[in-house]
C-alpha cells in the first residue's frame, strides 16, 4: 500500500522512480534528465529533517544505481577520464572517454547530493541519463557540494566501471539562501522576539542564534541564545539593559550543506532602564564611597556585591552580564561578565578564565595575581527565576537606586574562591584558556579575614611543642576541625581544607617561636592535599653579622655570645683565633668557607651537640673538624647548606 502511494506521488517522475524501487538500469530519454525532488509531507518536512523516501535515496556504500547484475565490476580493464566544459549555472557538459574494453559502452550519469540525515549519510540523486552517449549536459540552480557518478557498461565483455568526480560549486550570486529578521514584542516590558526567516535551498533549515553585546571581549560577548534546539527559527530574551545589541545567525541547509550567517544590529532604551556601563559605574563609585581604597578592599567590596545580589540562573537564559547587574540572575559566564566589568573599571587588571564548560576571573590585586570565581562562591540558589521575566524573583530588577537595598543573598554565599591561587583552584577547576600564574596567598580572603590568624593560632602549639623537644627540622599535624565550618561544601571538602591549611600555615610561619633560649624564624611547608606539615629552623635568615671584607677573626671575638645561633664566616677570612666561638651555648651552625687556612685553639666548645659545621670537602676547615671531632657536612651534598648558600648569594 505505502509503495503505491509513493508511486502515484511521483507519478510525474515514474521512469526514475522505478529504476530506483527496482535498482535496475531502466533506460531514460536523453533529454529528461527531470531533477528528484524530496517528498513534502504535508506541505512541509516532518520533523524538520529532508524526509527519507526510497525513491530518491541510497546509503553510503553506493549499492543503488548499479549496473545489472549481469554484468562485472572490472575497474582494471576500463579506465574512465572525463573532461569537463561550459559553466555550472548557464550549462556545464561532461564527456567520458574511456579506454579499455571492446569499445562497445554504454553510459550513466548521475548528478548526486549527498546529505547527512541523522548522522548518516544518504545520497539524492538529482538528474540521470542512460544512453549511448558519452556526453550529459546538466545546468545548476544553486551552490552546494555535488558529485558526479559516471558509470560505463562494455556490453561485449559484460563489465563495467564507475568513476566519481567531486563538484564544489560556489559562485558569488548564486547562493540560494536568503534570510531576514523580524522583531516582536514591547522592549524590556515582555520578552523581545526575534524571528528568522530563511528562504532558497531546500526548505529544510537548521539555525543557530546568538543575541551579543554589553561585553567588549568579541569572544565571549553573548547574552543568550536557542539552546540546543536547532530546529527553533526564534530567540525571545526580555531586555534589562539600555544599549547596543548585535544578533548574529546562522542557518544551515541540511539537503545542501549549504550554511549563510548574517548580523542585525539594534539599540534599545527606555528612559525607566539604565546601561550596563551606567551600573558598573554606580558600583565602582558606591565602592570608593564605603571606604575601600586598596586592592583587596575594592575588589572583595565588588564581589560582594554580585554574589549578594543574584542567584544563579538555572533556566541558562542570562550569559551577559546584564543577567547578574540588572536582572539579579545568571549563569558563570553572567558573574564572570559583570566582576569583569566592575574590576577593569576600578582600575584593577582582570581577565576571563575558563576550562571545564565553566569560567570565572583571574585578578591582579597589589602586583600579584589570584583566582576569583563568583559563581562558585554563590553555590546554592534557593531562591527561583521566574523563567517568563528571567529575573530573579525575590529581587528588584537593579539600578542605580535600588541595587544595594536588597542586599542579603540567596543562598549559601561564601568567599571560599576570593583570591585563590593555581594550587588550590585547580583541585576543582580545570584551565584550558590562557591564564596566569597565580602563587600569592597574601590577598586571600581568609588570610585577611581573621580566619586565617585564628586556624594559624591553633597551629602554633604544635609547632612550638616540636621546637620544645630540641628538633630543628620536624613534622606536626594540620587541623581538621575547621572542615565543620565549611559542612556547605560537602562535595568540596578537599578543596576547601586544603586552601585553610595553606593560609594557616603562611600565617603561621610569621608568628614568634624560641628554640632554646633564642627567638628563631621558621620554614613551614604542607603539601597541598595533605594532613601533615613539615618545620625547619631557619637559622640561615639572621646569621651572625660580620663585614664582607674581614680578613681576620681575633681570639676571643664572640666569645660567650647568646646571640650567635648561626655563622656566615665571610669569604676573605683566612685566620680565625684562639677561642672565637667559645661559650656560644646557643650555636648550631657554621659556615666556614675554603679560604680559612689557619685555626686558633679551641675556636668552638667540643661539647656542643648541636653545632654543625659547613666545610668545603677537602678543605683546612674539614681537617679541623675532623681533628677535633666536630659534627661537619660538605654543603654540595646537603640540602640544609643550600640555606647557607643562597644566603651566602644575597
Same mark, same amino acid.
Given at each position: ?11 510525474? *517522475? ?14 531514460? !530519454? ?72 571492446? %569499445? ?25 541519463? +542512460? ?7 546538466? @545546468? *545548476?540552480?544553486?551552490? %552546494? ?40 514584542? #514591547? ?40 539552546? %540546543?534546539?536547532?530546529? =527553533?527559527?526564534?530567540? &525571545? ?10 544578533? @548574529? ?15 542585525? $544590529? ?11 556601563? #551606567? ?51 545568571? /549563569? ?61 524573583? =525575590?529581587? =528588584? +530588577? ?24 593555581? #594550587? ?48 630543628? &627540622? ?19 571538602? +578537599? &578543596? /576547601? ?12 610561619? !610569621? ?11 621558621? *620554614? ?13 629552623? =631557619? ?20 666569645? %660567650? ?5 648561626? /655563622? ?14 667559645? $661559650? ?10 675554603? &679560604? ?5 685553639? $679551641? ?11 659547613? /666545610? ?12 677535633? @671531632? ?8 646537603? +640540602? ?11
Amino acid at each position: 500500500m505505502g509503495g503505491k502511494l509513493i508511486m502515484k506521488r511521483f507519478l510525474s *517522475f515514474l521512469l526514475a522512480a522505478v529504476f530506483l524501487l527496482t535498482l535496475s538500469p531502466l533506460a531514460l !530519454a536523453e533529454d529528461s534528465p527531470a531533477p528528484v525532488r524530496p517528498v513534502l509531507r504535508n506541505g512541509h518536512p516532518e520533523d524538520h529533517r529532508p524526509p527519507v523516501p526510497e525513491e530518491v535515496l541510497m546509503m553510503a556504500d553506493n549499492t543503488a544505481f548499479l549496473a545489472d547484475p549481469q554484468y562485472t565490476e572490472d575497474k582494471d580493464k576500463l579506465n574512465i577520464s572525463i573532461q569537463e566544459d561550459g559553466d555550472y549555472f548557464d550549462g556545464v557538459t561532461w564527456t567520458a572517454s574511456v579506454s579499455g574494453g571492446s %569499445g562497445s559502452y554504454t553510459y550513466t550519469f548521475l548528478v548526486i547530493k549527498p546529505t547527512k540525515v541523522n548522522g548518516e549519510t544518504v545520497y539524492y540523486c538529482i538528474a540521470r541519463q +542512460e544512453a549511448s552517449s558519452a556526453s550529459f549536459s546538466y @545546468h *545548476f540552480l544553486e551552490n %552546494g557540494y555535488y558529485e558526479l557518478w559516471v558509470d560505463v557498461t562494455d556490453t561485449q565483455q559484460n563489465i563495467w566501471t564507475r568513476k566519481i568526480e567531486k563538484l564544489i560549486i560556489h559562485e558569488k550570486g548564486h547562493d540560494p539562501l536568503s534570510i531576514t529578521v523580524s522583531v516582536s514584542g #514591547e522592549a524590556f516590558v515582555e520578552p523581545t522576539t526575534w524571528t528568522v526567516n530563511a528562504t532558497g535551498g531546500s526548505g529544510f533549515y537548521q539555525y543557530r542564534i546568538y543575541l551579543n553585546g554589553l561585553f567588549p571581549d568579541e569572544t565571549a560577548d553573548t547574552i543568550t541564545y536557542n539552546m %540546543g534546539n536547532l530546529e =527553533d527559527n526564534s530567540l &525571545s530574551y526580555r531586555l534589562l539593559a539600555n544599549g547596543d545589541y548585535t544578533l @548574529h545567525v546562522w542557518v544551515t541547509d541540511t539537503v545542501n550543506q549549504i550554511q549563510k550567517d548574517a548580523s542585525f $544590529d539594534y539599540s534599545f532604551f527606555s528612559s525607566e532602564r539604565t546601561s550596563v556601563n #551606567e551600573m558598573v559605574n554606580f558600583l565602582v563609585a558606591e565602592a570608593r564611597d564605603a571606604g575601600c581604597e586598596t586592592d583587596y578592599e575594592i575588589a572583595l567590596w565588588l564581589h560582594d556585591q554580585v554574589i549578594y545580589n543574584a542567584n544563579y540562573d538555572t533556566s541558562e537564559t542570562h550569559y551577559g552580564p546584564d543577567g547578574v547587574l540588572l536582572g539579579g540572575a545568571g /549563569v558563570c559566564d553572567s558573574y564572570t561578565k559583570a566582576l569583569w566589568l566592575l574590576l577593569t573599571e576600578a582600575g584593577i587588571p582582570a581577565r576571563r578564565v575558563d576550562g571545564g564548560n565553566h569560567a570565572w576571573i583571574a585578578a591582579c590585586l597589589d602586583d600579584e595575581w589570584y583566582y576569583i570565581d563568583p559563581t562558585w562562591d554563590d553555590p546554592l540558589n534557593d531562591t527561583p527565576v521566574d523563567t517568563n521575566t528571567n529575573t530573579n524573583t =525575590d529581587r =528588584d +530588577e537593579r539600578t542605580p537606586n535600588t541595587f544595594l537595598e536588597s542586599v542579603g543573598g540567596g543562598g549559601l554565599e561564601s568567599h571560599m574562591y576570593f583570591c585563590i591561587p593555581d #594550587e588550590i583552584l585547580t583541585m576543582d577547576h580545570i584551565i584550558e584558556s590562557e591564564h596566569p600564574q597565580c602563587v600569592s596567598y597574601k590577598c586571600n580572603y581568609y588570610a585577611q579575614s581573621g580566619d586565617g590568624e585564628r586556624w594559624a593560632a591553633e597551629l602554633a602549639p604544635n609547632i612550638q611543642s616540636g621546637l620544645q623537644a630540641g628538633d630543628c &627540622s620536624f613534622t606536626f599535624p594540620l587541623l581538621s576541625s575547621y572542615s565543620a565550618e565549611w559542612w556547605h561544601y560537602s562535595d568540596r571538602t +578537599e &578543596s /576547601v581544607v586544603a586552601l585553610a591549611d595553606q593560609v594557616a600555615l603562611m600565617l603561621a610561619e !610569621a608568628k614568634t617561636y624560641t628554640f632554646g633560649n633564642q627567638v628563631v624564624p621558621l *620554614f613551614l611547608h604542607g603539601n597541598v592535599g595533605s594532613d601533615t606539615a613539615s618545620a625547619m629552623v =631557619d637559622f640561615w635568615s639572621t646569621p651572625l653579622s660580620l663585614p664582607l671584607d674581614l680578613v681576620t677573626i681575633e681570639a676571643e671575638a664572640f666569645r %660567650g655570645n647568646p646571640s650567635a645561633i648561626s /655563622v656566615l664566616i665571610p669569604p676573605k677570612v683566612t685566620e680565625i683565633g684562639d677561642y672565637a666561638f667559645a $661559650d656560644c651555648d646557643g650555636l648550631w651552625f657554621v659556615n666556614i668557607p675554603a &679560604s680559612v687556612k689557619s685555626f686558633g685553639k $679551641d675556636i668552638f666548645d667540643t661539647d656542643n651537640m648541636h653545632l654543625t659545621l659547613y /666545610v668545603e670537602k677537602g678543605s683546612a676547615a674539614e681537617n679541623y673538624a675532623i681533628q677535633n @671531632h666536630l659534627k661537619y657536612i660538605n654543603p654540595e651534598y646537603t +640540602e640544609a647548606a643550600h640555606f647557607s648558600n643562597a644566603v651566602l648569594a644575597r
